[in-house]
């Protein structure tokens, strides 16, 4: 495994992360322990979850994917300090009317609900899960600087944040001496590039962010299950998912998914492994976060470790890619 820098921190992860967004809701506690071990035991060092995981599975309260990491690390496979933990706050946790945003009130108590989740005395990355037009930036970072200095969070960052608000909450932290964001976790894969290239790749660059993309293959469909004229595989998001169901009705992308694979088979790799390979060559980009809900997929995941496409398949691929 390969590790990169987290940003301009001196902090070393692995240039993949292991997402758990699908830990209680499509893979049992049972599994996710399997994943776990399975993606420690391969050298990543990086795990990504949330306070809110995944409050939309039915019966599900949230936290359970923070409450499945804290009791698979109580179990010793690996020491907690060769492990970057990074969670998220913003979402709504509860009924009350702080149990969510990003006001001072509920940043310190979620900080708190998740290291006791978690079964750890500190966060290594805290990030905001989306922007708060009801608190000011000013608020916020003022929390999480104190969450800093208490030892409970090592360094925040932010996702799914405009150019601007990233440019703001930098602007805001070095004029009032506060912890600053040392990365941005944004919606970006092959066919979702518009978003995160248009200013925010710019951004990332020119202040020495470390992008950590979340959806690298779209929400699957970038693994080659999806077939042209063909109804979704069952079991797959394909089923439901409207965003899916409309990239099954764009040409383009079919376009893209034919040059996938023609470059996979070139290279004796999967689809997946060549559209996680080409976030791996983009310069700005740290560590997609895999989403596996089974060891199967995660071995799938591992293949695009260490890959990285030359100028030529570069430019093919985005040739294909969805821009606008």
């Not at 989403?291 to 691929?317: C, H, K, T, W, Y």
Request: aromatic content about 8%.
């Amino acid at each position: 495994m390969e590790y990169r820098r987290l940003g301009s921190t001196g902090a070393k992860v692995s240039e993949l992360c292991l997402g758990t967004m699908q830990f209680g809701w499509t893979a049992d506690e049972a599994t996710s322990y399997q994943v776990l071990t399975a993606a420690v035991e391969a050298g990543l060092n990086f795990l990504d979850t949330a306070d809110i995981y995944s409050r939309w599975a039915e019966g599900n309260p949230g936290g359970v994917a923070e409450t499945i990491l804290g009791k698979w690390m109580k179990k010793g496979v690996v020491r907690r300090e060769q492990l970057v933990i990074a969670t998220k706050v913003r979402g709504e946790v509860g009924e009350g009317p702080n149990d969510k945003g990003l006001s001072r009130v509920h940043i310190l108590a979620a900080a708190e609900a998740s290291l006791r989740r978690l079964g750890t005395d500190y966060i290594d990355l805290y990030q905001l899960h989306w922007p708060d037009d009801e608190t000011p930036i000013e608020e916020t970072l003022s929390a999480l600087d104190d969450l800093v200095r208490r030892g409970m969070v090592r360094y925040i960052g932010c996702s799914n944040f405009a150019a601007w608000q990233v440019v703001q909450g930098l602007w805001v932290s070095d004029r009032s001496r506060l912890e600053r964001f040392v990365s941005v976790q944004p919606h970006y894969s092959l066919v979702n590039r518009a978003e995160f290239e248009r200013e925010l790749e710019a951004v990332c660059r020119t202040y020495g962010l470390a992008v950590l993309p979340y959806s690298p293959l779209a929400g699957g469909f970038l693994t080659g299950k999806y077939r042209r004229g063909e109804a979704p595989p069952s079991p797959s998001r394909g089923e439901k998912s409207t965003r899916l169901q409309g990239y099954m009705r764009d040409d383009r992308i079919w376009s893209l998914l034919g040059t996938l694979e023609r470059v996979a088979g070139a290279r004796g790799k999967t689809v997946s492994q060549v559209a996680l390979g080409w976030l791996l060559t983009r310069p700005t980009v740290t560590s997609p976060i895999i989403g596996p809900r089974s060891v199967e997929q995660l071995q799938d995941n591992l293949g695009a470790e260490g890959l990285r496409l030359s100028l030529e398949e570069m430019e093919e691929i985005e040739a294909q890619s969805a821009w606008k």
